[in-house]
């Protein structure tokens, strides 16, 4: 005889069911949200693959600070230097501006100091022939490589890539003719940071190079060149930003960068520090020259901003954030914000989201490891391009995840309904659980009314199933308590298995006890309805012994049974507990496997041949 009891598994999607048992989002939701994301982060991509400006760059420059943190100050250049018309110079002097001569006695003693070239951040915006002091500093710019400061002036209101002035304060021609000129004009971000300095300004007279492009040439003993996106100085090229803007990189505080001082100078005397290098002359003093704020300095001068854009250039320094950088800013951006959605998508949740994580910490670690390399990668773009697709995705699987639930939750609680609790709680646990049979020593308990058939054939189908339902309740009430599954109600029996879904040592005595106290429980409930349900009692057999648990039937609908022997003989003992007129028959086995201390034992002992069966058994009767 085999028992049978329904294990429900997940079922596959298929033209039968119509249903999809799994949170992943459908391929047309997910092809849905793999456009949103491509046409979100290909926008951000383009924006900034074209140099469109946006609230990401201001939040770029931030993340970029602590990148370069990580990456620590770099060595002072070699070949830059800055003389400095400082405090105690101004209070020598007796004030400032300085005097033409006593500014051409500075510059002569950087030229007797061996400098390769001087760089002047001041503006000589006037000059007469006639002056002595004029010719004197004329006459000292043109002995030595020079460049001297011109100052543009713009349009707050204007907009374009490459920076277009509105006018433009020159110096006078007497200094021009001895000296090359450029621009003195430091970018800055919102937070006052010089980030991106420009290297080439367009003017009504044309283009003019910026006064760190043009000391750069004199430092490196070439003619710069620019080309679509770089400059070459010499025989090396230096990639520049759209625009030719030079993304900067300080070496440290303010002072990093070789500075003398000018009072030593300006009396005639020379300094060896200054020999062989690049020199930038301009003020420092407190109220005079113009300071920035850096990331390392927020009082940075700005005679050494230029400084340190003119050593960049000349020792390749400089952050690197040229067009093919931008290109990669741009691949990791789409890249990243579909790879998550595709993830949120498809993968179970907290397995995507993980993933998600450890691919943005990767990016991340790899924008860190750029600037340890000299590349300026962008950090926010693909975390802008990937939040917001991502966090649509996420909503929509949370939504379908929180839906699914309630609906398994519910049909867990409806299927729960129709297996033992026990069972069902395991099963859910141990989903392959009996998927390899398994030889197991059970109690193996049957149970039925008799006059049963009379009774369904007066009261009718309504009345009966009402009666059968107060029936089986009292068996789960005895018996489930007591460590018993219900493998099956038929009609108005039942089987019942004593060491699923484990085994134990009390399995038998648990049978034994049940049931007794169960024949009692039905009598009284059957004395209860006498005179309408006129049974003619309840019968009850029960054995010990070993069974094979497994699961039969199609993947889709299988069922969790107990065959063999045993179960076939715990099923003829309610024969033979209706032949000697008993209400009970337990087979010596489960007696003797049982602890029956305090129990009242069978009226009497019979040996008796089984259906089925070549060997007689011994069977304990009550009636």
């Known amino acids: 005889m085999t028992s049978t009891f329904g294990a429900p598994r997940p079922r596959r999607a298929g033209p039968a069911t119509g249903r999809r048992w799994t949170s992943r989002l459908s391929w047309l939701t997910t092809f849905g949200l793999l456009i949103v994301a491509v046409a979100w982060s290909g926008w951000l991509a383009h924006t900034h693959f074209v140099g469109a400006g946006s609230v990401i760059d201001r939040l770029e420059t931030a993340t970029l600070d602590w990148r370069v943190l990580l990456a620590g100050q770099l060595p002072p250049p070699k070949d830059v230097a800055v003389v400095a018309i400082d405090d105690p110079t101004v209070d020598a002097e007796g004030g400032y501006p300085l005097a033409r001569d006593r500014a051409a006695r500075i510059v002569d003693a950087i030229r007797r100091s061996g400098a390769k070239a001087v760089a002047i951040d001041i503006l000589f915006a006037d000059g007469d022939p006639q002056s002595p002091a004029d010719r004197a500093l004329a006459d000292v710019l043109g002995k030595m490589p020079s460049v001297i400061a011109a100052a543009a002036t713009f349009d707050k209101t204007a907009s374009s890539l490459i920076p277009a002035a509105e006018g433009e304060l020159a110096p006078a021609g007497m200094f021009a003719a001895s000296a090359r000129v450029g621009l003195v004009n430091v970018s800055t971000d919102a937070g006052g940071t010089p980030r991106l300095m420009p290297l080439l300004i367009l003017t009504k007279d044309g283009p003019r190079p910026s006064i760190l492009l043009a000391a750069a040439g004199l430092g490196t003993d070439s003619e710069p060149v620019l080309s679509s996106d770089a400059v070459r100085l010499g025989d090396r090229d230096r990639h520049l930003d759209?625009?030719?803007?030079?993304?900067?990189?300080?070496?440290?505080?303010?002072?990093?960068?070789?500075?003398?001082?000018?009072?030593?100078?300006?009396?005639?005397?020379?300094d060896e520090r200054l020999k062989g290098k690049l020199v930038f002359l301009g003020v420092t003093a407190t109220a005079i020259g113009d300071n920035f704020s850096s990331l390392f300095d927020p009082q940075m001068p700005g005679v050494e901003v230029l400084a340190t854009g003119a050593a960049n250039l000349i020792d390749g320094t400089a952050l690197v954030r040229d067009v093919n950088v931008r290109r990669v800013d741009a691949t990791a951006a789409v890249l990243l914000a579909v790879v998550a959605v595709a993830l949120i998508a498809l993968l179970p949740l907290p397995l995507a989201l993980s993933i998600v994580v450890v691919l943005l910490l990767g990016w991340l670690g790899t924008t860190v490891f750029g600037v340890f390399d000299g590349?300026?990668?962008?950090?926010?773009?693909?975390?802008?391009?990937?939040?917001?697709?991502?966090?649509?995705?996420?909503?929509?699987?949370?939504?379908?995840?929180?839906?699914?639930?309630r609906t398994l939750a519910a049909a867990e609680a409806a299927l729960r309904r129709f297996q033992p609790r026990a069972l069902a709680v395991h099963l859910a646990e141990n989903p392959d659980f009996l998927m390899v049979p398994e030889e197991r020593l059970v109690a193996i308990l049957f149970v039925d009314l008799a006059g049963f058939t009379g009774m369904s054939e007066r009261l009718g189908a309504s009345r009966t199933r009402d009666v059968l339902k107060e029936f089986h309740t009292l068996v789960v009430e005895e018996l489930v308590p007591r460590g018993g599954v219900v493998l099956n109600f038929m009609g108005d029996g039942a089987m019942v298995i004593f060491g699923l879904p484990k085994g134990g040592p009390a399995d038998a005595t648990n049978a034994v006890r049940a049931s007794l106290a169960m024949i009692e429980t039905v009598r009284g409930w059957i004395a209860e309805k006498g005179a309408e349900t006129k049974l003619g009692g309840v019968r009850l057999g029960a054995h010990f012994g070993p069974v094979i648990m497994s699961r039969l039937g199609h993947d889709e609908e299988q069922h969790i049974t107990a065959t063999g022997d045993s179960v076939n003989v715990a099923s003829r003992l309610m024969e033979v507990a209706k032949s000697f007129d008993a209400s009970i028959a337990i087979s010596e086995a489960l007696w003797k496997a049982a602890d029956v201390s305090g129990l009242t034992g069978p009226e009497r002992w019979e040996v008796v041949a089984i259906r089925g069966r070549q060997e007689e058994m011994t069977v304990g009767l009550w009636r």
């Open 242 to 270: 759209y625009g030719w803007y030079l993304p900067l990189r300080f070496y440290g505080p303010a002072g990093t960068i070789e500075t003398v001082s000018a009072e030593r100078l300006i009396k005639g005397e020379t």
């Open 375 to 405: 590349y300026w990668l962008a950090s926010v773009l693909p975390l802008a391009a990937m939040l917001p697709p991502a966090a649509l995705a996420g909503s929509v699987r949370l939504y379908q995840d929180r839906r699914l639930a």
